[in-house]
């Protein structure tokens, strides 16, 4: 159950914050291994990128890779919140003896659960980079995959290059799911406990869950978008026919290529979308989840007292 609430939680996330991962994606690949002024320029800012999308491939085009999208939150918000929270409650993440929390101990476990998760919703991931990154020839940034779907994309990729070729990238993925599921997942769930404290926010825990996702949202964004730009990087770059990738061949060497071409502007492209994406996502995600976990808690409640209630008749 941990895992349907967790991947259930993340769909409805998912959903309305697509088009900031569409045009995060746009902006990552804009200007690929070029230092600046040495690329034309199709997506200025933030804002002029919904422009630039919508007008070159029409409004749609904002909720490019949906599909794929919410299979991969299904996937690995699914494996990742519900390994968190089957730790949570069996006490792993709290100091031993203690019921306060351990701010080491939910680092591990959030990094573990985010391994796992990538990994398993990597195909998906895969998909919608490509999908995403799809464009008009006017406003095209990297390398174009000329995918008609998703379940066209997968099946493509497999027949090209295997199941293996399914989790091209997912090196990539491991590492920035590990830093961003830990702070995520860290930041929420400290920041949660200390704003408890405070009696507005124990009294309205909504309030203290949006407060605390916002809070966590800023620290995602800062940790996690250099790996989410490598990332963005191994999945859509084209490859041979061997299906060894045509510009990265491994997560080190696609820092290093960045770092030279682009200098740190190059890892922090498509900050602001990040951020404008994972502080809606952060907050909407843990909003839902709570709810679906105190749904499932007022529903376990309801069973629990109407099988009693059942016995107390038998008994008389």
């Known amino acids: 159950m941990e895992f349907v609430i967790g991947g259930t939680a993340a769909i409805g996330a998912g959903f ?3 088009p900031l991962e569409v045009v995060k994606t746009r902006l ?23 422009y630039a999308v919508a007008k070159s491939d029409g409004i749609l085009a904002l909720q490019k890779g949906l599909v794929p999208a919410l299979w991969y939150q299904l996937f ?6 519900g390994t968190y929270q089957f730790a949570e409650e069996r006490g792993w993440t709290l100091v031993s003896g203690r019921s306060e929390v351990s701010a080491a101990k939910c680092v591990v476990v959030g990094a573990f659960a985010g391994c796992m998760g990538a990994f398993s919703g990597s195909p998906f991931y895969l998909v919608k980079t490509h999908l995403q990154s799809q464009a008009s020839a006017s406003v095209a940034v990297g390398h ?14 497999y027949k090209e290059h295997g199941i293996r070729g399914l989790w091209r990238g997912s090196m990539g993925a491991m590492p920035r799911a590990a830093i961003g599921s830990a702070t995520q997942l860290v930041s929420f769930n400290l920041t949660k406990e200390y ?8 009294k309205k ?11 966590g949202g800023i620290v995602v ?3 996690m978008t250099p790996f989410d730009v490598v990332m963005t990087r191994l999945y859509n770059q084209g490859v041979n026919a061997e299906g060894k990738g045509l510009l990265y061949n491994s997560v080190p060497d696609c820092f290093i290529k960045i770092w030279k071409t682009e200098g740190l502007y190059g890892f922090y492209k498509g900050f602001v979308p990040s951020y404008a994406r994972l502080g809606p996502h952060t907050v909407l995600c843990f ?7 105190q749904l499932e808690a007022d529903l376990s409640k309801k069973y629990a007292e109407k099988e009693f209630k059942v016995d107390v008749d038998q008994v008389k």
């Open 144 to 157: 174009q995959h000329h995918h008609r779907g998703m379940i066209n994309g997968l099946s493509n990729i």
């Open 195 to 202: 704003l408890s404290q405070y009696q507005v926010f124990n």
């Open 28 to 50: 990552q690949l804009q200007g690929e291994l070029k230092a600046r002024g040495l690329y034309a320029v199709h997506y200025r800012n933030f804002f002029h990128a919904f």
């Open 16 to 18: 309305f914050t697509n």
């Open 205 to 215: 825990p909504l309030l203290n869950t949006f407060a605390s996702s916002l809070i």
């Open 221 to 223: 964004a800062v940790c």
């Open 76 to 81: 690995l918000n699914g494996v990742r919140l």
């Open 287 to 293: 909003v839902f989840w709570d709810a679906l976990k």
